[in-house]
C-alpha cells in the first residue's frame, strides 16, 4: 500500500544538499517534496509505493548523515495511508 511520509529533517538547506548528492536516487519513490521551514530547515514530503521502501531509503539517509556528522538526533517522521495523489498534467506543447 502507497504511503506519504512527512519529515522534519532539522537540517540546512546546504545539508541537506551533501545528504542528497551522497545518498543517489530513491527507489520506489512516486514523489519527493523539499521545503524550507520558518526555522530555515528543510521539511521533506514523500510519496512511496510502499512503508517498506520508504524506510529502507530512510536507512540509507541515517547511515549517510552518521557518516557526515549531519544531525546527530534523527528527525521525527510521520507515516500516512495514502488516499489520493493527484499531479497536475502539462499542456500539450
Known amino acids: 500500500m502507497a504511503v506519504?511520509?512527512?519529515i522534519e529533517t532539522g537540517v540546512s538547506p546546504?545539508?541537506?544538499e551533501k545528504v542528497r548528492a551522497k545518498?543517489?536516487?530513491r527507489d520506489g519513490g512516486q514523489l519527493?517534496?523539499?521545503a524550507m521551514g520558518?526555522?530555515?530547515t528543510i521539511r521533506i514530503i514523500e510519496v512511496w509505493d510502499t512503508r517498506e521502501q520508504a524506510e529502507a531509503f530512510g536507512e540509507k539517509v541515517r547511515a549517510v548523515r552518521q557518516e557526515m556528522g549531519i544531525g546527530g538526533v534523527m528527525p521525527p517522521v510521520e507515516y500516512l495511508e495514502l488516499h489520493t495523489l493527484?499531479?497536475?498534467q502539462?499542456?500539450?506543447a
Do not use: K
Open 23 to 25: 545518498v543517489g536516487p
Open 86 to 88: 493527484e499531479m497536475a
Open 38 to 40: 520558518t526555522d530555515g
Open 90 to 92: 502539462q499542456a500539450p
Open 4 to 6: 506519504c511520509r512527512i
Open 14 to 16: 546546504e545539508q541537506y
Open 32 to 34: 519527493h517534496i523539499a
